[in-house]
């Protein structure tokens, strides 16, 4: 992961100088932020600016300040099914040891405080995506789109067609029986 400047101004930045390095020193932070741009996948997401609420627990251990709590966000996305807009909400879980920095560690990718300060913003990032559903629905028994025309299964369940024929014959219908073939060309 390449290293990112800490903004100190950055609603997602939570300056700890208050534990001052006292294991056993702990700080609640309960606070609403916006949320960053580009947090998700293709089909859903959190959409940029919508509140970010964050319930955390700060504590001072041996190696550094252990963040522990909940961040609630909203979702925002498509059907995968049907392609309807999905709103939604998500609570994850976090729990994260940022390491002081002049502290040697066994894992190179450890998270970090930058002096006083821990960047909320890159563990929040990964697991609020990690949480996404891969496949999001408007609802669990959404049933999609029509194959043929697109219309909405779910707002016109007995829709059909007039001239519906089994598919395996509607695939035939398509070959061009009269072009030739290299079964024709060694005939010849
Ligand atoms: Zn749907
Ligand atoms: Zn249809």
Same mark, same amino acid.
């Given at each position: 992961m390449p290293v990112r400047a800490v903004d100190p101004r950055s609603e997602l930045v939570v300056d700890t100088h208050e534990l001052?390095?006292?294991?056993?020193?702990?700080?609640?932070?309960?606070?609403?932020?916006?949320?960053?741009?580009?947090?998700?996948v293709a089909m859903i997401g959190v959409p940029p600016g919508s509140p970010i609420a964050l319930d955390l627990l700060m504590e001072s251990v041996v190696?550094?300040?252990?963040?522990?709590?909940?961040?609630?966000?909203?979702? %925002? /996305?498509? *059907?995968? @099914? #049907?392609?309807?807009?999905?709103? =939604?909400e998500d609570s994850v879980v976090i729990q994260e040891l940022y390491c002081y920095p002049d502290r040697e560690l066994d894992d190179p990718d450890a998270s970090r405080l930058e002096g006083d300060l821990v960047d909320l913003e890159p563990l929040l990032r990964d697991v609020v995506v990690?949480?996404?559903?891969?496949?999001?629905?408007?609802?669990?028994?959404? %049933? /999609?789109? *029509?194959? @043929? #025309?697109?219309?909405?299964?779910? =707002?016109?369940p007995g829709h059909t067609h007039d001239a519906d024929v089994d598919p395996r014959w509607a695939a035939l219908g398509g070959l061009d029986v009269k072009s030739s073939t290299p079964a024709d060309d060694i005939a010849d």
């Open positions: 001052a390095r006292r294991a056993g020193q702990s700080q609640q932070v309960r606070r609403i932020v916006s949320a960053p741009d580009g947090i998700g190696e550094g300040v252990l963040v522990t709590g909940t961040a609630q966000v909203k979702l %925002a /996305g498509s *059907c995968a @099914r #049907c392609l309807e807009q999905i709103e =939604s990690i949480d996404l559903p891969f496949n999001p629905k408007c609802r669990p028994d959404c %049933a /999609g789109l *029509c194959p @043929r #025309c697109g219309a909405n299964l779910n =707002s016109d």
